[in-house]
């Protein structure tokens, strides 16, 4: 009788539905001028590509709950840096509020690097880019919409 249970166990086990979530981006890396220094997240439908070594200090400065084993994003080391140098101001106004700041840091890391982006992103607008340094075709992602769930937006 005590070798059933180990078997029902496993059984039941097998038999539970799992939610697995796939690991998809929509963008990767920066394409062409969207205005003054602006610039484009290229379009990119695949799986997240392994971080460059020499971003790793900034990924754990900006978005520590990303940094965790072979770091693999949707976000290459320009990416963080440009969301670093964008997020100046608001670093300012939250300095004396870290929790403030945090989720902050997380919603935009999260929009930016997420190896999930395909779960709550979604392109709308693109437009054709030629790349005149690597001669390539790249597509501009102008447009895109966001599902932020509620427990999400209220922090829990």
Known sequence: MSARRPALGL????????QVFSQSCIWYGECGIAFGDKRYNCKYSGPPKPLPKDGNDLLQELCPGLFFGNVSLCCDVQQLQTLKSNLQLPMQFLSRCPSCFYNLMTLFCEL???AHQSQ?????????????????????????????????????
Do not use: M, R, W
């Open 11 to 18: 059984l039941l086990l097998l038999l539970c539905p799992a």
């Open 112 to 114: 930016t690097c997420s």
């Open 120 to 156: 709550f992103l979604n392109v709308t607008v693109t437009e054709d880019y030629f790349d005149p340094e690597t001669h390539e075709n790249k597509t501009n992602v102008k447009e895109l919409e966001y599902y932020i769930g509620q427990s999400f937006a209220n922090g829990k």
